[in-house]
């Protein structure tokens, strides 16, 4: 790192010195790898100043040079605009100029907000990359049910736990709306794992009460009565960062008794609700044959007090009815587009372009393990190819660009989860959370050539891209990078 007045800093993960007009410049050393932003005390208050990229509405996406992001010491932004505004911008609010940390990226590196994952199985990581050879149904009891059943031990859910959580982040994963599993105390392992690494999440516990083998299934009083002393549980905690989820599985192993108790709890506590929905075509016409009272299979939550506004994320959506889709946008449910595992367990390609022209509010998911990555950025090429496929026998329709799936792993997402109002982008009073990408790390897995302009290099990033250029992971201000690694 080098210091603005050219003397050298300490290496990186280390407190930056605050105090007057010094700053550090982000500038890899020769032979030395990348140079990392400076953790710094939580007291400070901090601008970041060279390119950032985000997006102001989904789907666009800006790319804005010399620009300034001020970050206040409680973690949330205190202004973003132009270089030459700093003076006014600082003069804006309470803060002496002479008592802000300048952080000045270098000329290969960009500020965006932090990726958000909107549905993932963190208990399925363990077996991540493995086991794609069969369709969904069949792949729950070969692969998935099995290896749930083991979070029973917190010892086993605290280590495996510890993992996913510190993948994710390492892959720039702020936000995530994670699937534990059905066991109470495994999963307030996994809310120990995200409160140790400090990132943002979503924790479910999941419900099942029937259509499961015996060895993992509760009854549904025990699914009820566990799922509440859970939420109270986390929201006891009082810690900003991490919310409970309501978090049925999926209709099929759902009876309606549970499905109506998630939804009265989920509305007398106002809080998220996630759930899997339209994933196959076996799937769909295994709810039609177990409600056959129902119109369709979003009904079914509808019925049961599941989709609230603002206050639901279902997951894959593949195969909704015209009338499906518009029952989505009324009740302002958000959509979680999980590309990678739709191909991967050969469940269909969701019509992405026709759900975000009518207004329903789509992010990304990994939906880890039943797609093979834990990186938003993978998640973003597959829905990039996922349009492409569609539009072969679309002809009308028009494949995602790279900047609009970005716009969808950050905004969008926020968006679906109903957080936008705090995260998502770079708008005064939200949270700073943020990555900090390096294109000239010594292991990048691209090249940039002289002649790349900013929109190549951001391109690049996308689809060659990977957690080697992520060099700090920013959560509500505190970068997560040092806290995470030995999670």
């Not at 932090?114 to 009891?141: F, N, P, R």
């Not at 029973?152 to 892959?171: I, P, S, T």
């Not at 946008?329 to 595992?341: D, F, K, N, Y």
Request: charged share 20%; net charge negative.
């Amino acid at each position: 790192l080098e210091t603005m007045d050219g003397a050298r800093s300490e290496a990186s993960g280390r407190s930056a010195e605050v105090g007057g007009q010094d700053g550090v410049t982000l500038q890899p050393t020769e032979g030395a790898g990348p140079a990392t932003p400076p953790t710094y005390p939580s007291n400070t208050a901090v601008i970041f100043a060279g390119t950032v990229v985000h997006s102001e509405k989904v789907p666009e996406l800006s790319l804005l040079e010399h620009s300034l992001v001020g970050v206040l010491p409680d973690g949330k932004i205190a202004f973003v605009g132009p270089e030459g505004d700093e003076v006014a911008m600082i003069a804006s609010t309470a803060i002496p100029a002479d008592d802000w940390l300048r952080v000045r990226l270098s000329p290969t590196q960009w500020l965006m907000p932090g990726l958000i994952d909107s549905h993932v199985h963190a208990s399925q990581y363990l077996y991540t990359g493995t086991g794609y050879d069969m369709e969904l149904l069949d792949w729950l009891k070969k692969y998935t049910f099995p290896t749930e059943a083991k979070y029973g031990d917190r010892g086993f859910a605290a280590a495996a736990y510890a993992k996913a959580v510190r993948r994710h982040l390492l892959n720039g994963t702020t936000t995530a709306c994670y699937f534990a599993t059905i066991h109470r105390e495994g999963t307030m392992a996994l809310v120990d794992a995200v409160d140790a690494c400090g990132q943002r999440a979503f924790v479910g516990k999941v419900c099942m009460d029937r259509n499961a083998p015996d060895y993992y299934v509760e009854s549904t009083q025990d699914s009820i009565a566990d799922t509440e002393s859970f939420v109270d549980e986390v929201l006891a905690l009082g810690n900003p960062l991490i919310q409970p989820v309501i978090t049925p599985r999926f209709v099929p192993t759902c009876t309606t008794e549970l499905l109506q108790e998630l939804g009265s709890l989920a509305q007398k506590r106002s809080v998220l609700v996630q759930s899997h929905l339209s994933e196959s075509k076996s799937e769909i016409a295994w709810v039609k044959e177990l409600h056959p009272d129902h119109s369709s299979y979003t009904h079914v939550y509808d019925s049961c007090g599941l989709l609230n506004k603002d206050k639901t994320v279902m997951a894959h959506c593949v195969h909704l009815s015209d009338d499906e889709i518009e029952t989505i946008l009324e009740r302002g449910t958000g959509v979680a587009h999980c590309a990678s595992s739709n191909f991967c367990l050969m469940s269909g390609v969701m019509p992405v372009r026709k759900l975000l022209s009518k207004g329903v509010k789509v992010g990304l998911g990994t939906d880890v393990a039943g797609g093979y990555s834990p990186s938003i950025l993978d998640a973003a090429r597959q829905a990039i190819t996922a349009s492409k496929v569609h539009q072969l026998s679309n002809s009308n329709d028009t494949p995602l660009s790279w900047k609009e799936a970005l716009a969808l792993a950050t905004l969008g997402g926020a968006q679906a989860l109903g957080v936008d109002a705090n995260i998502g982008n770079f708008v005064v009073g939200k949270a700073f959370d943020a990555l900090v990408v390096d294109t000239a790390v010594t292991s990048s897995p691209f090249d940039v050539q002289d002649a790349d302009s900013l929109e190549d290099m951001v391109s690049k990033f996308v689809f060659l891209g990977d957690d080697r250029n992520i060099v700090a992971v920013y959560v509500n201000g505190v970068n997560c990078l040092p806290t995470c690694i030995p999670c």
